[in-house]
């Protein structure tokens, strides 16, 4: 793939703050490629998408009223009802996993809008991000799932339903648990890099009214792809934590 | 007559199998094939997205003609597949951008 080139907020991280990053990485063991410009475009999006996410709910928190509710906090409680029914229909007693999955939504769905933006730059284009997210989800449902249930119990999940099919059976649930993070990554990854990479392709072709139809797609369909990551996300904890009845 | 037919293509397939003693042919001058299948793959693959999504369309319409009171849950249902038939065809467009290199 092409060199991307470098935005305005890249080009300002590497200004000032190159050195701290050189030295994280070298402590790391993964030394930066080009020392004077560590900094790539994706964190620094990634970075100013949550600022953003941190102004709008401080400016959200200080306008919360009872009984003269604003057209902010009027979206986002809508925002809030929609979180917490998903989760009541996928995870039973769900309610403790809902903030993860709402921060889950929130950020997805901002790292992608904010593509549309000219001078941003989804981060969810590039591949990190989605398996940054990926991984984060996989290690939770793991996690919460070994929580709820215990280690041996929640162990005994990927022997299956007969012992005598125990080892063909834990291949496959190994398999199919490694499959998850995977086609979570590319999913996000390819639908925001196709998006936006077909809207160029018609902006070079023509102007105004075919590109606006396909950046008008690529925004559904952002909306679209957080909802979904957010999804599959209850649904593998709802799978990990569920009680057999 | 069937089970005559499977072992003949079997034994077809076996008769081929002179090509194991194949030495390895020194990579020169023949034409590059990653790019144009890549292109194929994916022509490929969204045919095949093309014909499953359209399946899933088909049949939401026509639940929700039957039942027109679970049209919430249809529609939630065919997003749902939509999405998922949509990624297997995206999968493969994440092999072409890497055969192009």
Known sequence: MQAETELWSTALFNRFLAAPLDSFLDAVGHPAADPAHPWENWITMEILVVAIILVLFGVLRSRLSVENPGKLQLTFEAMYKFVMSQTDDAVEHGKKYAPFFGALFVFILFMNLIGVIPGFESPTMTVSVPLGLAVVVFLYYHWMGLREQGVGKYLAHFIGPMIALAPLMILIEIISHFARPLSLTVRLFANMFAGEKVTLTFLSLTFLVAPAVFMGLHLFVGFLQAYIFMLLAMIYVGGAVAHEH | ?101
Request: overall charge positive.
């Open chain 2, 1 to 101: 007559m069937k089970r005559k037919l499977m072992y003949a293509g079997g034994l077809a397939l076996a008769l081929a199998s002179p090509i194991f003693a194949q030495t390895p042919a020194a990579t020169t001058g023949g034409t590059d094939w990653k790019l144009p299948m890549a292109y194929l793959a994916m022509g490929i693959a969204s045919g095949l997205c093309g014909l499953g999504q359209g399946k899933l369309a088909a049949s939401a319409c026509e639940a929700s003609a039957r039942n027109p009171g679970a049209q919430a849950g249809i529609r939630f249902a065919l997003i749902f597949g939509l999405v998922l038939i949509e990624s297997l065809a995206l999968y493969t467009l994440v092999i072409t951008y890497i055969a192009k290199g």
